[in-house]
C-alpha cells in the first residue's frame, strides 16, 4: 500500500495564525496566545519596503507542525497510540 496516496496536505506551506485556528478548530485567541508564546512553528512576514515596522504579521509553517505532530504521536507509548484501534475492532 502506497502511504503517500493517503498523505493530505494544505495546498500551500504556511497560513496566517487566523487560518490556521480555523484549521485545527480552535478560537483565534487561543492560537494568538499560542503565537505569543512562540509554541508554533513560525514565519514573520514583514514589508521589505518599511525595514523598521516592529511587528510582521505571524504565519504558521504547516509542514513543520505535521511534522511535530506525527513525532509526538508515535512517541507516544504504544498502548495509547494503537487504543482506538480497539474501537474498530483490530
Known sequence: ????IYKVEY???AVP????????GKK?????EMVKQNKLPLIEWRDP????????E???YLPE??????????NRPKEQRDAW??????
Open 28 to 32: 483565534e485567541g487561543a492560537v494568538q
Open 85 to 90: 484501534l480497539l474501537w474498530i475492532g483490530l
Open 1 to 4: 500500500m502506497n502511504e503517500e
Open 58 to 60: 505571524s504565519w504558521v
Open 65 to 74: 507542525f505535521n511534522r511535530a505532530m506525527e513525532e509526538a504521536f508515535y
Open 49 to 56: 519596503s518599511k525595514p523598521n515596522v516592529r511587528v510582521g
Open 11 to 13: 495546498p500551500v506551506a
Open 17 to 24: 495564525y487566523k487560518k490556521f485556528a480555523e484549521l485545527i
